[in-house]
């Protein structure tokens, strides 16, 4: 099936992170951290922590700030201790927002996190104020110029929920959450690395914006990627450019 290309997405919010590279690096070291804290440091018998590692070397990460990261999760360092917090919100034209946050503070994050929400026209929630609009899928993602049919191919072999195929040539992979490792190393050995992958949270359905209400909410989003603790963003908006 086509759709709106969520390359496009995730290309805009790569290079906005990639601009800042200190955030970006920050990011992946946290991500590391606790994934190890949480399966162990061995990225053979730990998924989330060999998907950490993947992205850390997409951002060229050094290897000492990864076996740094990897050790203080896993307690062979002292260090700051990491804990997962997510908040859910809305934004301009009621567009339904989650941020998924790794915070050593946590009345810190809030604080963060709120005044990015108010301070663009949107409004933090409560828990699972719109986290029923969503749910928890893995999404592998491949560039334009990708094989298209052959990647498709061998994601149905593997498994995958579904598949949507894009005009500008990209191409992206569902996965049950449950299934989502396994796949992306299926595709991985079949020769077909991606470009991106990660477990999102994906809306059940969408929001179209436009114009000066996509940039409203784009400005929202650029608020809330610059909150230090910030790892993810979520939300069911679709931009129409």
Not at 82 to 99: C, F, H, K
Not at 120 to 130: A, E, Q
Request: proline share 3%.
């Amino acid at each position: 099936m086509a759709g709106h290309s969520k390359w496009a997405n995730i290309k805009h919010r790569k290079e906005r992170v990639d601009n800042k590279r200190g955030k970006a690096f920050s990011r992946a070291v946290k991500e590391i951290a606790v994934a190890a804290q949480i399966g162990g440091p061995d990225p053979n018998a730990n998924p989330r922590l060999r998907l950490a590692l993947q992205k850390a070397k997409q951002i060229n990460l050094p290897n000492d700030n990864i076996d740094k990261a990897i050790k203080r999760g896993s307690g062979q360092l002292q260090g700051v201790n990491y804990e997962e917090v997510r908040y859910e919100g809305y934004g301009p034209e009621g567009v339904a927002v989650i941020v998924d946050c790794l915070t050593d503070n946590r009345n810190r994050t809030l604080t963060e996190v709120r005044t990015a929400f108010t301070k663009n026209s949107g409004s933090l929630g409560t828990d699972g104020s719109v986290s029923y609009l969503f749910r928890r899928i893995g999404q592998i993602i491949y560039a334009p110029g990708c094989a298209q049919d052959a990647v498709a191919e061998a994601a149905i072999e593997a498994g995958a929920e579904d598949i949507v195929t894009e005009d500008d040539g990209s191409i992206e992979v569902l996965t049950e959450s449950g299934s989502f490792h396994q796949i992306l190393e299926k595709l991985t050995e079949a020769g077909f690395a991606s470009d991106a992958a990660d477990m999102i949270m994906h809306p059940n359905s969408t929001v179209a914006v436009a114009d000066k209400n996509a940039e409203k909410v784009r400005k929202m989003i650029g608020a809330l990627e610059n909150c230090d603790d910030t790892q993810h963003i979520h939300t069911n908006a679709v931009f129409e450019d």
